[in-house]
Every structure is written in structure tokens, then in C-alpha cells.
Nanobody, 116 residues
Framework: QVQLVESGGGLVQPGGSLRLSCAASGIFLRTNTMGWYRQAPGKQRELVAAITSAGSTNYADSTKGRFTISRDNAKNTVYLQMNSLKPEDTAVYYC??????????WGQGTQVNVSS
């Protein structure tokens, strides 16, 4: 069964950095589009960043220049490097996979809190 497990969340001060990891099993990242979404209290879940099997990336306007998505096919893991964090980045961050067939899978999420 496909499983996506996020890790790396926690509490960080404004201006700090975190790196989130998503370890995948049951699928190969090189054949899928991978993404990171986030959901803050009272707000809809939004796409933060995505990377295709060909390596193309895209980002939400609010995270461009601060966040970087990457993958390590050998480790079957996707990462989200988050720099210059702001309080408005506080949310639960979810790993997402979309196969070429259209099948979609979600992780359980990891909490990121940016606060003084």
C-alpha cells in the first residue's frame, strides 16, 4: 500500500529555517509529481510547492525565494527546505503524490509553528 510519511516539523522563531522530509513507500518518486501543501486554522489547504518527474518545479507566490522543493530518487524521499520563516507560514504541512494515472495520495501531515 502507498504510504507517505512526513517529518521535520516543529517550533521555530521568525527568520529561522526548517527542512521537511517525506519518505515514500509503495511508489517510486521518479514516476510521480510530488508536492507539499499546507493548511492553517480557518483556511483552505493550499499548494506550497511541486516537482514533476522531469524535475520541473513551481511555488506559491508567498514562498518563492524562501522555500525549495527537491527529491532524492535513491532515497525515495522529497524535501521542502524552508528559510526566512514567517508567522504566517504556521500550518500543518502535507506531502502529496499524483501518479500519471491520476491517482493521488496524501501523508498525515507535520505541524510547523513559527513564533517568538
Amino acid at each position: 500500500q502507498v504510504q507517505l510519511v512526513e517529518s521535520g516539523g516543529g517550533l521555530v522563531q521568525p527568520g529561522g529555517s526548517l527542512r521537511l522530509s517525506c519518505a515514500a513507500s509503495g511508489i517510486f518518486l521518479r514516476t510521480n509529481t510530488m508536492g507539499w501543501y499546507r493548511q492553517a486554522p480557518g483556511k483552505q489547504r493550499e499548494l506550497v510547492a511541486a516537482i514533476t518527474s522531469a524535475g520541473s518545479t513551481n511555488y506559491a507566490d508567498s514562498t518563492k525565494g524562501r522555500f525549495t522543493i527537491s527529491r532524492d530518487n535513491a532515497k525515495n524521499t522529497v524535501y521542502l527546505q524552508m528559510n526566512s520563516l514567517k508567522p504566517e507560514d504556521t500550518a500543518v504541512y502535507y506531502c502529496h503524490a499524483m501518479m500519471s494515472t491520476g491517482a493521488r495520495y496524501w501523508g498525515q501531515g507535520t505541524q510547523v509553528n513559527v513564533s517568538s
